[in-house]
């Protein structure tokens, strides 16, 4: 945390310099590449747009992007480093609800992957198809915050600024500079970087495990009764994943991406070695998002709000942090009475390596960011300590949150926290100068509600329609693809629309959510949630930079200070999390409730 | 009528309200309330069920009721505050009795026609005792006018043609005199009929911030709409079944009801406490404006000092003693009955002991009247002759020479913000009266509090910048306009507007008009022109200028009303939830009891109270909607803290205390 608050500064005046077009320290060597990219797509740059075509350019960008991406996956078979290279596994080509799936997913900055990383995608892909994606987003992300701090700053002023020459800049000046650095410094932590084939090694003791058996044709053996035969088989090596991991790991994190190159994510020794990288990989998730709100203090000239919304992010992740920490260093009151000694707590799901503190910690900035990459498995958490990443994401991602996504959907709590309290001062509510009047309100309200619908809307189909996965192996009851039934497996429901409709990409696991249907609708959330947002965020940016400044003065809405940060927790906790309490009532607050009653899902 | 102010709870307000209550449930008008319109569904679903469910039909009964007095109880809160007005308008409808006009044609005979066929344009001729018939502007002649059916003001105003008091209002009354009045206003459009429809409320129209708070609340109506709707599908899959009746409680309690169901009737009662302190304004807009103003133009006479300045000092030429001076002095203003002159009496009696003259004793005496050409007046006395007045005016009168200690004391007087008045006899000048502006009392105390809210306050004089500096000084404004015309006005108003900043300020001539219309706030008084008072959005039926504090005042309770009882009601939901939620899932699982944090009796009675609290604070809140919260002028961060810690921390612990309350009673009473 305090290393956190050392670079806030110095990145914030960095990323000052950066989208207010600003001359940075690398203007000599990246100046005329810049120059020559916006000769080659014919941008002006000295030509700003209004937020409408800003919005259009945002738009048009991102649904190419898309449109590529899911071409690449689903052409994978026709384009290089399918199976050539990494020659244990022949990648084909993605079916179409996959590679729409997932090409949503990564456009906007959710990385939600219902695939297994290792196993299903090629180098290209990986690199072309994905990567390229955790630049994109998160530089699209950057922007849009970038526009609507501009919105705020700005007066009587009919522009917000222009999105290609943001994209450029961001890309240049700061995406990649530090992602060659940061995947320099990872490749010495021992990430592989390089285009091999996966390594095979042998195990020293060798593992017997069942698998269904298969005829010649292989399709499984059933017995009479229908049920699948399984038979022994004898393991005896390993696979071990290589590819240009180190490369993807530095943006997946400092973009709050987080979508793995393999599906353990950061929990896989490839992904994550050493508690160095662990401690850089979490701190890089908050490094944008945290400069991000200097950088608003800086540009709306008023360090004390800017540093008043740190604040109130840093307060709701301190709660959470430690809440998560507690309840799985309790562990389960079950295996205490069943006479086991958990000394370290709830270690079920979790990486030797990092223990409960590691993880709970990572859990929260991964949730609390919209970054989702995982180094534990947060549906093997205790019902409280899972409710912690759970609520993080329904919040909206706001704590600190992906990048640029988290300054504007905090934003938006700002301007609601303004509006809502505002007129107890006795006046107009006014957010740094500008009124705060019914446009603006229907914009903010229209961003919750559509989070809510999402969120709620999606997980009531999943849960209420007819189950779309096999029932309950061992009790027959429907659990609509879930692993579990009861309160554990709604949360698991639950979590995956949060996490997609969030731009999270997380996942409490333990959902099969390989089915076209969960892949077509996560897609779904994740656009909706994504854009849905950004729309009416940048029809605010538009109005407020047209708006005229009222001057400040003793008599204006104070926004910085504690009374603003506890007002905009408050609001937070009232507006943005209030509506999830009755569904985390139902999922998992109960099971919490039932595992002190010895009941288990 | 409309100084007198109401007690919240009499009776002739509330019966009649009680039916309104009732006749306000029909859907199509409910509907422009989208909060309560749910709330009505929810009522009319509820008791479907009491008739259609398996459930206990008392419990699904008691619901049904409850929920049924919430949508009344807000709308008894909106017919209340309408009712209040309703009395005012009544009131001011019974002194627009049928009149008969007195036409004048174009050939100058008169004819008679009923008040209601005057259009704009017709002449019309009053006599005294007559009933003046609609709006106009007098044309010829003077009379004494009795308004008091506008202003509740029973003494007698002078109303004449020319100038700055010509218009006439419809429906008072000429008590002497006969005049001429050009009818400005047709029928149904006049300044009466306005101010009816103004404190009926007939035509009210959303305000600005009104609007954006309904689209507010209206987002997390339709928020918890869904959140209770998925409730279902999320129930089925983990095995809980929720009743409609359940789930139609939860959503009731969550909905922002309080504000809901009280937004329409706070303001109303905005407008109805300025109608009370007798300002009329012409719309909700103009109220809302005056909470967000930032600059006061105040005119310096009559708003910041009395009207007329006072003698307070004498100060004598070298060689005269200061009773010579005050001698002469009181001589010279003997027949002065400007309160001026009468001030410098007094003074001479106070400070030197002279004794009044009586003017019959002076009988060789002849009178010097003020004129504008001289600027001096005075009298001519057993061959002396006393002069006092302007200092330029008796330099020219003693020969264009003042000694150096006079002038010495013309231009102290002036710097600090006084008026010098030069006496003199035909050979020398005697000395210097002193005369001073007095400051209204409490104004500095007032003007430091604005300053507080961030209000500039700037006062606008004819005086010269020296005068009006010293002024401004002592009466503690922050800026001021010296020799002001009503074109340095308009450009101050526009340059503040450039900046940002809403200006308010009083009028009552034709030439304020301009600037009355540019202003956001103008008040116009109800003495001025009906072009000042068709210029500005408020009219002060007592021509008070110092009002124009008031207004803001109410400008920004309304707002601040409004505000806390938005944070009361969306902070109220804590509670709720931890009184519903536990409830609702007691039965199917067992093992949440801990969270039941209040400890009510049962699922039912944890329910049915929190339904009974939702309902009941409408209620208990409806004087405070009315009233507006006490207003304090505090800067907007100490105002914040406040509000928030009552409002905000307040409405999370209140309910806990209240519904906890409730579910003893209920249970006392084995209601469920």
């Known amino acids: 945390m305090g290393i956190l608050l050392l670079i806030t500064k110095p990145l914030g005046i960095y990323l000052f310099q950066v989208l207010d077009g600003k001359n940075t320290f690398l203007e000599p060597v990246l100046g005329p590449v810049e120059r020559f990219t916006y000769r080659l797509l014919r941008v002006d740059p000295r030509r700003e747009q209004g937020w409408k075509q800003y919005t259009a350019a945002m738009l048009l960008f991102s649904l190419v992007t898309m449109v590529f991406t899911y071409a690449v996956l689903r052409l994978q078979d026709h384009l290089p480093f399918h199976g050539i290279i990494d020659g244990l596994l022949n990648k084909t080509a993605i079916t179409p609800d996959l590679a ?110 069942q698998v269904p058996k298969t005829d010649a044709s ?107 920490w507690k309840a799985e260093a309790d562990g389960s009151p079950n295996l205490y009475r069943n006479g086991v000694v958990q000394t370290d707590g709830n270690m079920e799901g979790k990486e030797m390596r990092f223990g409960i503190f590691n993880s709970a910690l990572f859990a929260t900035i991964t949730t609390d960011a919209s970054c989702g990459a995982v180094n534990s498995m947060h549906d093997s958490f205790t019902p409280i300590g899972g409710l912690v990443p759970l609520f993080n994401i329904q919040l909206g991602e706001i704590v600190f949150g992906g990048v640029g996504a988290g300054l504007y959907g905090m934003l938006i709590f700002v301007i609601l926290a303004v509006f809502i309290a505002g007129l107890m001062v006795g006046r107009t509510p006014e957010y740094l100068g500008k009124k705060i009047q019914a446009f603006e309100v229907k914009m903010a309200g229209l961003v919750v509600l559509v989070l809510t619908l999402s969120i709620l809307g999606f997980a009531a189909w999943a849960a209420g329609a007819n189950n779309f996965g096999a029932p309950d192996p061992v009790t027959n009851a429907l659990t609509n693809g879930t692993n579990n039934n009861g309160p554990h497996g709604f949360s698991e429901i639950l979590y ?106 | 009528m409309a100084a007198q102010s109401r007690s919240i709870f009499d009776p002739k307000i509330i019966v009649p309200a009680v039916g309104d209550a009732f006749k306000k449930l029909n859907p199509i008008t409910m509907i422009r309330n989208p909060v309560m319109f749910v709330t009505e569904v929810g009522a009319l679903v509820t008791t479907v069920e009491v008739f259609a469910s398996q459930e206990s039909k008392a419990f699904t009964g008691q619901i049904s009721v409850w929920l049924w007095f919430t949508v009344l109880f807000a709308n008894f809160a909106e017919a209340m505050a309408e009712g209040r007005g309703k009395a005012q308008a009544n009131t001011l409808r019974a002194s627009r009795t049928q009149t008969t006009a007195n036409r004048v044609r174009d050939n100058g005979q008169t004819e008679q026609v009923s008040a209601d066929q005057l259009r704009k344009g017709d002449v019309v001729r009053i006599i005294a005792g ?82 954006a708070l309904t689209i507010l609340l209206s987002a997390l109506t339709i928020i918890f709409l869904l959140v209770c709707m998925t409730l279902l599908p999320f129930g089925k899959f983990s095995g809980v079944d929720f009743s409609p009746t359940v789930l139609i409680a939860l959503l009731v309690c969550l909905i922002p009801t309080t504000i809901g169901g009280l937004l329409s009737a706070i303001g109303i009662a905005g407008i109805d406490r300025l109608v009370q302190k007798n300002v009329l304004a012409m719309s909700g807009r103009a109220v809302e404006a005056a909470g967000d103003v930032d600059v006061l133009l105040l005119d310096k006479t009559g708003t910041i000092t009395l009207g007329n300045r006072q003698a307070v000092e004498f100060i004598p030429a070298p060689g005269v003693t200061a009773h010579e001076l005050a001698d002469a002095a009181q001589l010279s203003s003997l027949a002065d009955e400007t309160p001026e002159g009468r001030s410098i009496v007094v003074l001479a009696k106070q400070q030197e002991g002279i004794r009044g003259r009586e003017l019959t004793q002076l009988s060789n005496a002849e009178f010097i009247p003020f004129t504008a050409q001289t600027r001096m007046s005075g ?170 504090i008031e207004v803001v005042e109410i400008g920004k309770q309304l707002l601040m009303t409004r505000g806390a009882l938005t944070t009361f009601s969306i902070a109220n939901d804590v509670a709720k939830y931890f009184a519903i939620i536990p409830a609702m899932l007691l039965l199917a699982f067992p093992a949440i009891a801990p969270l039941n944090v209040m400890h009510l009796a049962s699922p039912n009675s944890a329910i049915l109270s929190a339904v009974i609290f939702n309902a009941v604070v409408i ?47 209920i249970s006392a009473l084995h209601l469920v």
């Open chain 1, 496 to 601: 995956t629309f949060s996490s997609a409709t969030g731009n999270n990409g997380s996942a409490f696991a333990g959902i099969g959510a390989n089915t076209p249907w969960y892949n077509t609708t996560i897609a779904l959330a994740t656009l909706i949630g994504r854009f849905f947002m950004i729309v009416p965020i940048m029809a605010i940016a538009g109005s407020l930079a047209a708006k005229k400044l009222v001057p400040a003065g003793p008599g204006s809405f104070p926004v910085d200070g504690w009374t603003f940060i506890i007002l905009l927790i408050g609001t937070v906790l009232l507006i943005g999390a209030l509506n999830f309490l009755p569904a985390l009532a139902l999922g998992p607050v109960v099971e919490h409730f039932l595992m002190y009653t010895g009941k288990l899902f």
């Open chain 1, 218 to 324: 292989n399709n499984p053996v059933k017995d009479t009764a229908g049920n699948v035969v399984l038979q022994d088989q004898s393991v005896e090596t390993q696979s071990i994943v290589e590819g240009p991991i180190a490369s993807q790991i530095a943006i997946k994190m400092l973009g709050t991406n987080g979508g793995g190159f393999v599906n353990a994510n950061a929990a896989h020794p490839f992904e994550n070695p050493t508690p160095l990288s662990n401690f850089l990989q979490m701190l890089s998730i908050f490094a944008i998002p945290s400069a991000l709100t200097y950088y608003l203090g800086r540009a709306v000239k008023n360090q004390k709000h800017g540093w008043a919304v740190w604040g109130a992010m840093a307060a709701i992740f301190l709660v959470g942090v430690i809440t998560c």
């Open chain 2, 379 to 548: 009298v001519d006395l057993d061959g002396q002759s006393y002069r006092k007045g302007a200092a330029d005016s008796v330099r020219a009168y003693v020969g264009g020479k003042f000694s150096s200690e006079i002038d010495a004391a013309v231009t102290a007087i002036s710097s600090k913000g006084g008026t010098p008045l030069v006496v003199a006899t035909k050979e020398k000048a005697l000395g210097v009266i002193y005369l001073k502006d007095i400051v209204k009392g409490g104004l500095a105390d007032r003007f430091e509090r604005f300053r507080a809210m961030g209000i500039k306050t700037v006062m606008i004089t004819g005086d010269n910048p020296l005068t009006a500096a010293a002024i401004a000084k002592e009466a503690g404004v922050d800026d001021f306009l010296a020799q002001a015309t009503p074109e340095d006005k308009l450009a101050y108003i526009r340059r503040e507007q450039t900046g940002g900043r809403l200006v308010a300020m009083t009028g009552d001539g034709t030439n304020d008009a301009p600037a009355l219309a540019q202003a956001d706030v103008g008040v116009a008084m109800n003495t001025g022109t009906q072009a000042a008072k068709e210029a500005g959005n408020m009219v002060d039926l007592d021509s008070n200028p110092t009002k124009l």
């Open chain 2, 619 to 665: 209620i208990a809140l409806i004087p405070l909607a009315l009233r507006g919260v006490q207003f304090r002028a505090l800067g907007a961060d100490a105002l914040l803290r406040r509000n928030l810690l009552i409002y905000g921390l307040g409405g999370i612990i209140v309910p806990f205390i209240g519904i906890k309350i409730i579910d003893v009673i």
């Open chain 2, 130 to 211: 007559e009933a003046i018939p609609g709006d106009g502007e007098i044309i010829e002649g003077a009379a004494t006018v009795d308004e008091s059916a506008i202003t509740g003001e029973s003494a007698p105003v002078i109303r004449e043609a020319g100038g700055d008091r010509s218009s006439v209002t419809g429906g008072t009354r000429v008590l002497s005199d006969e005049i001429k009045v050009r009818i400005s206003a047709n029928p149904g459009e006049s300044f009466l009929d306005r101010m009816i429809g103004l404190v009926e409320g007939a035509k009210r129209q959303k305000t600005p911030n009104e609007i």
């Open chain 1, 100 to 209: 729409f799936n997932t090409a949503a997913s990564f456009t906007t900055n959710t990385n939600w992957q219902a695939y297994t990383g290792e196993n299903t995608m090629s180098y290209f892909s990986q690199m072309v198809g994905l990567a390229s994606h955790n630049f994109w987003s998160a530089a699209v992300g950057i922007a849009i915050a970038a526009a609507l701090v501009r919105g705020i700053a700005r007066h009587e002023s009919g522009t917000v600024g222009n999105f290609w020459v943001d994209l450029v800049r961001i890309h240049y000046y700061l995406l990649l500079p530090i992602c060659i650095f940061y995947a320099a410094f990872l490749i010495s932590q021992g990430i592989p970087q390089n285009f091999k084939p996966y390594d095979t090694a042998q195990l020293t003791e060798k593992q017997t495990i």
